[in-house]
């Protein structure tokens, strides 16, 4: 099913909208309706989407931003500003355990929307009738995670970039210890932890990789069968795709995983090592064919060709 995508903040969640009339093209500004009224985005791009991860479509877009969108956008967000400075003051004065991390206007202006994080569950009720009072709007209070709270804040990564979630990350996918152990990453929860306190999301983008480098290449402790006789795999390097191995009389060794593992070799008689064989492309190469090599017979002696060239000289009068 053919569906406009349209994010609401610059790396946010993309809402679908079903295609109606009017085309839109990447990166234009629209105005589109949401759960919270309308709201101003700007269109993600076309996309065919599956309709069961469309869901129930009951909002639409409604039009192109125009300069009044605009000049009531920027508007919203001054007042927005103001709003969080009197809600930090009346946070405050309640003593609740909370942090205000911001607030945003709908396009109308009739409501506002406060995000916060806190440790636990806080009873704010009497903060809402009490910004309701000041602010004379609609008010709402999310509670956001800690990654949620790290998107919004911004940082740097240990990588030394800017973290995933507030550049370019809209939406998060579990991660596991699991996906730790199967990377052979160290458990440090200091160098597997993010800004925001939880696994790094970072680690899911090579998991899928390293699963099937491990599904590749045989497991710690089977017993192989290698030239050099039959040996014992204590370790597996997926990175170099490599296997270090043990033997009785040669010790331990690191030899490469795509290596032929069954069978035996030629071994040769003065060091002892795999004899390679010539490969079949590269035989015709080092020994040339019949037809390439003249014979004797068909090829004429220079005694033969002088005395043909004194028949055929012509004699002088």
Known sequence: MEMVGVAFQAVGKVFYYPVGPVRYQAGEAVVAETARGLELGRVVGVLDVPLEAAGEIKAS???????????????????????????????????????????????????????????????????????????????ELHQVGARDRAKSSGGIGPCGRECCCSSWLREFSPVSIKMTKEQGLSLNPTKISGSCGRLMCCLRYEYETYRQLRREMPPIGATLRLPEGNVRVVAQHLARYTLTVTHEQLGTFEVPAGRSLVGEAELCPSCHSPVCAVEPELEDLLEPSEESTPSQESTPSREASVEGARKKRPRRR
């Open 61 to 139: 877009i409604h039009r192109r931003v125009t300069r009044d969108d605009l000049t009531l956008h920027f508007r919203n967000r001054l007042r927005a500003a103001e709003a969080l400075r009197v809600a930090r003051d009346r946070v405050a004065h309640h003593g609740l355990p909370m942090k205000l991390l911001g607030s945003e206007y709908t396009l109308d202006g009739n409501r506002i929307i406060f995000y916060f994080s806190a440790e636990g569950r806080v009873d704010f009720r009497e903060l809402v009738r009490d910004l309701a009072s000041h602010l004379r709007r609609r008010i």
